[in-house]
């Protein structure tokens, strides 16, 4: 009722209905019983608490990583499609074939992203407020810098090359 996430660690039976009812509960792996184990959605494995503070930072790296990755592939879209819109819109010729252009996507999208899916924590990672239960990986303002800045920028480019 006052918003806050909650976390309940547990190991016995009679932890079970708190582990289900928490947003996020955690059983032991080790000491636990099974049924501790069933009813939580993290177990530790080690029966280390420090894990659950390892756990909360690769889970918000991994957040991160994702977003930069969604970020950096959707910056391309527009400047892929915008020579087909004004090859058909405009009648000038294509500069780039469809196959010449999935080729670029696999040279310079999966290499990158691999990166980026792998990048490092930054050093505030657990010095940053807990996102909001709401928060999503796809923001209109992620949409609005990918398709609207970014990836507009990089396609003038291209045209101005070209």
Do not use: C, H, W
């Not at 000491?31 to 690769?58: K, P």
């Amino acid at each position: 009722s006052l918003n806050q996430v909650v976390t309940v660690t547990g190991d016995g039976v009679n932890d079970a209905p708190a582990l289900k009812n928490a947003d996020m509960g955690v059983a032991m792996g080790l000491m636990g019983t099974d049924v501790a184990r069933e009813a939580a959605q993290m177990i530790l494995t080690d029966d280390n608490f420090a894990t659950i503070v390892t756990a909360v930072e690769e889970g918000r790296t991994i957040f991160e990583n994702i977003k930069k990755f969604i970020a950096y592939v959707l910056t391309s879209n527009v400047p892929e499609i915008t020579p087909f819109i004004a090859y058909v819109l405009l009648s000038i010729p294509l500069p780039l074939t469809v196959v010449l252009i999935l080729a670029i996507d696999l040279g310079t999208d999966i290499v990158p992203s691999l990166g980026l899916g792998a990048e490092k924590a930054e050093t505030d990672v657990m010095r940053q407020a807990p996102r909001s239960k709401s928060e999503r990986l796809l923001t209109r303002n992620m949409l609005g810098m990918s398709y609207g800045v970014v990836g507009m920028t990089q396609a003038l480019a291209g045209f101005t090359s070209y």
